[in-house]
């Protein structure tokens, strides 16, 4: 297991008095290989890791996007899709999406499929880290009313695939977005239809 502390971030009193979460590392083909700390596995060059991806949708067929909080260490204040985040170590992606969607949105899944994997290396000029990600696609339908918690959401919209495309005109979108947007596609049309 490779050494998880970072001098850079140590010095940091937010990052030095966050506990420790551990990610799960993999190799290029997603094969579980170790553990790493997540902020030191955010750090450039980056080491893979395993993810995942939620895009849900409403009973009419838009997605529900989410504004992250501005207090995230990462990416703060961007749009990005329903919800995205890590596997624990030994979590099955599909546990971790449904449970993290219900932490971030008060709200579970009312369908959630698997879409597909992506694997990419997208940095983050704004805040210096980089995402190398082994992803987990999952897509899926929303019922239940919002309750974000507003230490990981700063707001939410339903858009129509229109109002997406003009709203990423307009606003900032997460570096990771469009990458598993595109890679997810096929499952979104299944769920919300061809208009997507």
């Given at each position: 297991m490779p050494d998880s502390r970072s001098t850079s971030l140590a010095d940091d009193p937010v990052v030095a008095a966050s506990p420790?979460?551990?990610?799960?590392?993999?190799?290029?083909?997603?094969?579980?290989?170790?553990?790493?700390?997540?902020?030191?596995?955010?750090?450039?060059?980056?080491?893979?890791?395993?993810?995942?991806?939620?895009?849900?949708?409403?009973?009419?067929?838009?997605?529900?996007?989410?504004?992250?909080?501005?207090?995230?260490?990462?990416?703060?204040?961007?749009?990005?899709?329903?919800?995205?985040?890590?596997?624990?170590p030994d979590e099955p992606p599909f546990v971790a999406a449904a449970r993290r969607t219900a932490e971030e949105l008060g709200a579970a899944p009312a369908l959630l499929c698997a879409a597909g994997t992506v694997r990419y290396d997208l940095p983050d000029e704004a805040s210096g880290l980089i995402e190398r990600e082994w992803n987990h696609l999952f897509v899926g339908l929303v019922t239940d009313e919002l309750r974000p918690d507003p230490e990981e959401v700063d707001s939410t919209r339903f858009v129509t695939a229109q109002e997406l495309k003009e709203l990423q005109q307009e606003k900032p979108f997460s570096v990771w977005f469009d990458t598993v947007f595109q890679a997810a596609l096929p499952g979104i049309r299944e769920i919300a239809g061809r208009d997507w």
């Open positions: 420790e979460i551990l990610l799960e590392l993999v190799d290029d083909q997603g094969v579980t290989i170790g553990t790493a700390e997540k902020l030191w596995a955010h750090q450039q060059p980056g080491h893979l890791h395993r993810a995942f991806s939620v895009f849900l949708f409403d009973k009419q067929g838009r997605l529900l996007l989410q504004r992250r909080a501005l207090g995230k260490y990462h990416s703060p204040g961007v749009w990005s899709n329903t919800c995205c985040g890590h596997p624990y």
